[in-house]
């Protein structure tokens, strides 16, 4: 891993871009869009929940919009009303996330307990509406570029456009009575690294995943007591919302950014650099080749889903 310096000096190129948030009313989305606004971004952003102050309170270069990631046409109305209202989106989060309750296997002895079927809102909501967001993102960060982009045939208003995905330290740990949240947590991983490279090539998107640890927001106040009880680092929201806004006003991409204590370290490109090791020299020479032989997808995959 590396220690990555943060320059907040450097969050000023962030003023008027449009930006694009899930999850933005409570926690770290909520520090997100309230640090975006005060360097003057255009922020449209969803959340199934209110703000807890009016909307008429709210300044004017900030839109709330109702937003369900688990319903496509509710994140498509989302990146709908941001095209609406400004023109253009330069930037996009996939913020939203919930942790699950309750436990997995504790069925019991009881046959009848095994009938009824588990929650999946945690899957609905982490992985699902991870991936809604990004395809929905893609198209329109897509005719962003082709209208505002620098080159080709765009009026070069925009710089670039880029997509963070957000994982968890459940993205690369074990952590029993997580299981659906570390089962997307992963997952999140897995759509991060299938797409850093290709979108980047292929649309000029540039794709980032941030990993924090446990953050001090409503939703894990439990574990944060027991973080303090062993004496581990956790964060406060403003410090993974000045790692989104690193990777927003930089021009880092396939990066995976993990944030602990308040500081941040870059881990993917470490553990590529040891994947030989990991797997043999000759099973990563084969990963590579599998790679390389099924390439983009575009020669074997059928139709536009």
């Given amino acids: 891993m590396s220690f990555v310096h943060i320059d907040k000096e450097a969050f000023s190129a962030l003023e008027g871009k449009v930006v694009v948030i899930t999850g933005g009313t409570t926690g770290i989305g909520a520090a997100l869009v309230t640090k975006l606004a005060d360097l003057g971004a255009k922020v449209v952003f969803g959340d199934i929940q209110d703000p807890g102050l009016p909307l008429t309170d709210a300044p004017s270069h900030v839109t709330f919009v109702r937003t369900d990631v688990t319903d496509y ?90 997509i963070i995905l957000v994982g968890s330290i459940a993205s690369l740990g074990e952590f029993p009575g997580l299981f659906q949240y570390s089962a997307t947590k992963q997952g999140i991983m897995g759509l991060f690294r299938s797409t850093k490279n290709h979108l980047l090539e292929t649309e000029g998107i540039r794709v980032n995943v941030v990993l924090p640890n446990s953050t001090r927001t409503k939703m894990v106040a439990g574990v944060i007591a027991m973080y303090e009880a062993n004496g581990l680092p956790s964060n406060e929201p403003g410090d993974v919302a000045d790692t989104f806004l690193y990777a927003l006003s930089s021009d880092i991409h396939g990066e995976a950014l993990y944030v602990t204590g308040a500081q941040t370290y870059e881990v993917e490109k470490s553990l590529t650099r040891v994947k030989g090791d990991w797997l043999g020299e000759a099973l990563y020479e084969e990963l590579l080749a599998c790679q390389g032989a099924l390439g983009s997808g575009d020669n074997w995959t059928k139709g536009q889903s």
Wanted: charged share 20%.
């Fill in 73 to 162: 046409g509710s994140v498509l109305h989302l990146f709908k009303r941001a095209w609406q209202q400004h023109g253009r989106i330069d930037y996009a989060v996939s913020n939203a996330a919930v942790v699950e309750s309750g436990k997995l296997f504790g069925t019991g002895d009881d046959d009848d307990a095994i009938e009824k079927p588990p929650p999946t809102v945690v899957l609905d909501v982490n992985l699902k509406g991870s991936v809604f967001f990004t395809r929905v993102a893609v198209h329109y960060l897509r005719k962003s570029l082709a209208l505002h982009g620098i080159g080709g045939n765009g009026d070069g208003t925009q710089k670039d456009a880029s």
